[in-house]
């Protein structure tokens, strides 16, 4: 009993990968890091803590920035800036999306929360805010501008450094370094980028290149592989040197050597485009990290290309022994021991007829479906080498942009951008448009089983529900988030609908809509659902939930 409860909570919390590290800053005797899977606390010695995630009161795992203001430490996310106290406790400041903090220069917490209200209040509206000081805005789509003057200056790549000097304006880029001054815009000598910035023992600025090189602002050379690679924010706490990376989490100085403390073994990745089980094992595949399976442990396991065609991935499916992989630029097969990638115009022995693999179905009469926006590969289960049992074209005249599939049974399901839905039963197509059976021909989402039903989402209206001999459309209710439907999963009784705002469930008998709670990122991508919980995947990481079970939704 106390194993099973332990593996229930275990599954209920969000899961998140931090290896992205945008900012570190030391408070309440911790070094915390600012990553895209939230808040990750580490002791002085380098051994990590707890991570802070939205279940913690983060309004977004995406932090950018971190500034400490008297007791408080200031975090800045893509959903808003909070305030942590020494208990880790998270309070809202104020609902700006800002990817840097302004310098708290010796302010008490109080003070600086005022001063990010009144600074909300008054900033144009728009505009990513990637840079402060007293006089200039920076911005991710860079631009330098000057709001008491009117001036503005474009330069390339996002700004993430801007510093008053004198007449002079120091303006550090993703792409370069420039001086703002009398003479106009001055390009200044760069490692290898894209570049980050921080601020040396002395006190003065350096440049990080992409490969670990730091360098004095506007210095022609500077130190090679003084980082570890990809350093994107430096820290020193009591003597030792920390340093965060782009990708591969947060490093600490120990005697001659640098040595990682993020945790090994994370979620592959955050954006999460695709769910299965394979072999008792949950498989997450990711936009652009490749795929990962858990392991008893709770480790994951993770392969990017070149064992996948591509790191891109579309979709996932398991017959039981084969897993396959629809990445976008072909398939990824692994049969219980190794990798092997098929491809259009390459190693193709299952007829594929297009590049992208847009959906792999494992559960057909005809085998597991391979589908590509020119047709359908169906393949023998378990066989091993994987062998063609026939290549099915789409009807005449139909869609060139097919964009998802799903199916069960005798039923194969086809979406596409311009032309709606198509299904196989075996025997012959059947289509489906907008007006008569669906809310709108630009199909997003799919999800069908094999007694006949599908729920479609669309890009912009909602979605249709088919309960195997009727349809009913739904464009808008109360407890749909967004009517941009990017995820679907069919349930007893209904569906669960996955919005760029959040995941809702519809009751197909009394035709409602009830919104699910919060999760870990409102952009759902995929579902996974079994009985009573479903697996959500978002570009925040993951969340397991129980749609059944009614609670109190704070809407974003």
Request: glycine residues 12%; negative net charge; contains cysteine.
């Amino acid at each position: 009993m106390l194993l099973s409860t332990l593996t229930a909570a275990l599954l209920s919390a969000t899961v998140t990968n931090t290896e992205t590290v945008h900012d570190l800053a030391s408070y309440n005797g911790h070094v915390v890091a600012c990553t895209e899977g939230g808040l990750e606390l580490f002791t002085s010695g380098g051994r990590p803590v707890r991570t802070l995630t939205v279940e913690d009161g983060l309004p977004s795992h995406f932090c950018r920035a971190l500034e400490v203001a008297g007791d408080r430490l200031f975090a800045a996310t893509d959903e808003g800036v909070v305030a942590v106290d020494g208990r880790w406790r998270v309070e809202p400041v104020v609902e700006a999306k800002w990817y840097a903090l302004p310098a708290a220069k010796g302010m008490n917490a109080e003070v600086y929360r005022a001063a990010l209200g009144w600074l909300s209040e008054r900033l144009p509206a728009g505009p990513t805010y990637t840079a402060f000081t007293e006089r200039y805005l920076g911005t991710a789509d860079g631009r330098v501008m000057a709001p008491a003057s009117g001036r503005m200056w474009t330069v390339p790549g996002q700004v993430r450094l801007l510093e008053e000097e004198g007449d002079s304006l120091r303006v550090g880029t993703t792409e370069g370094t420039f001086m703002l001054g009398p003479d106009g815009l001055v390009s200044l000598p760069v490692p290898v980028g894209p570049l980050a910035y921080a601020t040396g023992t002395g006190g003065e600025t350096r440049v990080l290149g992409a490969e670990g090189e730091s360098r004095r602002w506007g210095a022609s050379s500077g130190e090679p592989r003084a980082l570890p690679p990809g350093a994107t924010s430096t820290l020193e706490e009591k003597g030792v040197a920390w340093v965060g990376t782009r990708d591969q989490g947060v490093f600490r100085r120990q005697g001659g050597a640098w040595k990682r403390v993020t945790p090994t073994g994370q979620l592959c990745g955050n954006h999460i485009t695709a769910l299965t089980w394979h072999q008792g094992q949950r498989v997450v595949g990711t936009f652009d990290k490749g795929v990962c399976w858990e392991l008893p442990d709770g480790r994951w396991r993770t392969f990017r290309a070149p064992n996948l065609p591509s790191n891109h991935v579309l979709g996932l499916a398991s017959d039981g022994r084969n897993l396959y992989v629809a990445t976008m630029y072909g398939l990824g097969l692994h049969d219980g021991k190794s990798w092997t990638p098929m491809a259009y115009g390459g190693r193709n022995p299952v007829a594929l007829g297009k590049l992208s693999v847009l959906a792999a179905v494992a559960d057909t009469e005809d085998g597991v479906a391979l589908v590509d926006g020119r047709g359908v590969s169906f393949v023998k289960p378990a066989s091993q080498p994987l062998e063609l049992a026939k290549r099915l074209q789409p009807p005449e005249g139909w869609s060139t942009h097919a964009s998802v599939a799903d199916g069960a049974g005798r039923y194969l399901w086809v979406g596409s951008e311009d032309r709606g839905l198509m299904r196989w039963d075996g025997t012959q197509w059947s289509r489906f448009h907008d007006g008569k059976d669906l809310t709108d021909n630009w199909v997003t989402a799919l999800s069908a089983d094999r007694e006949g039903r599908a729920v479609v989402g669309s890009c912009q209206d909602g979605f249709s529900y088919f309960d195997g001999e009727r349809w009913s459309r739904v464009r808008d209710a109360e407890g749909l988030p967004s009517r941009y439907v990017v995820s679907t999963a069919l349930v007893p009784g209904g569906a669960l609908v996955g919005t760029l705002r959040g995941a809702a469930h519809y009751d197909a008998a009394s035709g409602k809509v009830r919104a699910l709670p919060r999760l870990a990122d409102p952009r759902v991508h995929s579902i996974l659902a079994e009985e009573d919980t479903a697996l959500f995947g978002t570009e925040g990481g993951l969340s397991q939930l129980d749609w059944r079970a009614p609670a109190t939704v704070s809407h974003r």
